[in-house]
């Protein structure tokens, strides 16, 4: 008998050990998946920081060197975050030492994270030819005005075909003293006010601060699926395969709910152009259904034709695809798709 309940209650002991490691690993995993999501915690700080915390919330948080984009708010949907880990954040031609893809769902409440190859020999827009995904950043600062974080954003939306609505970034000198900071438990309130001058120096983004909050909350309370997909560079350069994986994680469900039939006209002289836009259409769920050539070939701004403006499929493909003008027709269109898109050599340029 007394045999018999020692071995149970070894039993339980080593099922709570496995449930608290199981546990362990889960935090540690949404703290690594975005360290940034620290950030939450100090919403919650007492009356004492108060200071120090009107102070943070009051200036807007700094923006990497060569960006254009205002500050962007997080307001739901399918939202990309591009995380880019320098050598020195405020170096603008420091390489970069990790590059990743954060991709948040509120409709289905899941987070999942993609890393980029940086040895990966890419075609680099703005005219620069090839070179490693690790020098993008760096490139950027030998534009005129430099466009570092812009040309590092484009190069990954365009490898990937998919939007990037927002970034972060940082380097990993400022993360180890924040995690520093955060590892002293309570006295953290007494080292607040260093805490938050790191934060400013560490962190770039073109976030506000209430969406860089309301990020953090989502990434902390969210599905966060266990496996980061490391993206190697055979699987880089294989698009086919790189796209239905990406269509797995990267789609916009009321993309999908509306059901759009979708064709993609190049009216351009630039070789595979609507190929190219198709994709990023496919991977955020759109339904193509042709892709071919215009009879134009001299467009230079793209446009949409739709009898519907309004709905989301095309509100949201406008905006990714940076296409201001829709119509309700355009002389050579066909009424075969609900949503017809005409690119011109602005789409050439912008992706």
Do not use: C
Request: aromatic share 8%; hydrophobic share 40%; net charge positive.
């Amino acid at each position: 008998m007394g045999r018999t309940r020692n071995y149970k209650t070894k039993r339980r002991q080593k099922v709570s050990s496995w449930r608290k490691l199981r546990l362990s690993r889960k935090v540690k995993h949404r703290l690594k998946i975005l360290g940034l999501a620290l950030i939450v915690v100090f919403a919650t700080i007492v009356v004492s920081g108060a200071v120090a915390l009107y102070q943070f919330f009051t200036k807007p948080m700094a923006a990497a060197s060569g960006a254009s984009d205002g500050d962007v708010i997080f307001s739901g949907g399918r939202f990309n975050l591009l995380l880019i880990t320098l050598e020195d954040v405020k170096n603008p031609t420091s390489l970069i030492e990790e590059l990743s893809v954060i991709t948040l769902d509120v409709s289905e409440n899941e987070v999942f994270m993609v890393k980029l190859p940086l040895e990966a020999e890419v075609l680099v827009p703005q005219g620069f030819g090839s070179g490693k995904l690790a020098t993008v950043y760096a490139l950027g600062a030998l534009t005129k005005p430099q466009a570092n974080l812009d040309l590092t954003a484009q190069t990954v939306a365009k490898l990937l075909a998919v939007p990037i609505d927002g970034y972060i970034v940082t380097d990993s000198s400022g993360l180890g003293q924040i995690n520093q900071f955060l590892g002293d438990g309570f006295r953290m309130v007494k080292l607040l006010p260093n805490l938050l001058v790191e934060l400013r120096r560490s962190i770039k983004t073109n976030l506000t601060f209430t969406s860089l909050l309301q990020v953090g909350k989502f990434i902390w309370t969210a599905r966060v699926e266990e496996e980061v997909w490391a993206i190697s560079e055979g699987e880089l350069y294989d698009r086919q395969h790189l796209d239905l994986e990406l269509q797995k994680h990267f789609t916009d469900s009321k993309i999908i709910e509306e059901r759009f039939k979708i064709q993609v006209l190049n009216a351009t002289e630039k070789s595979g152009l609507a190929t190219h836009i198709s994709r990023y259409v496919k991977n955020l769920g759109g339904d193509v259904i042709v892709i071919t050539n215009f009879e134009r070939t001299d467009l230079k701004q793209s446009l949409m034709v739709t009898s519907k403006p309004k709905v989301h499929t095309v509100q949201r493909l406008s905006k990714v695809l940076k296409i201001g003008d829709t119509r309700s027709e355009f002389e050579g269109v066909e009424e075969r798709a609900d949503l017809t898109i005409i690119l011109g050599l602005d789409s050439w340029k912008n992706l």
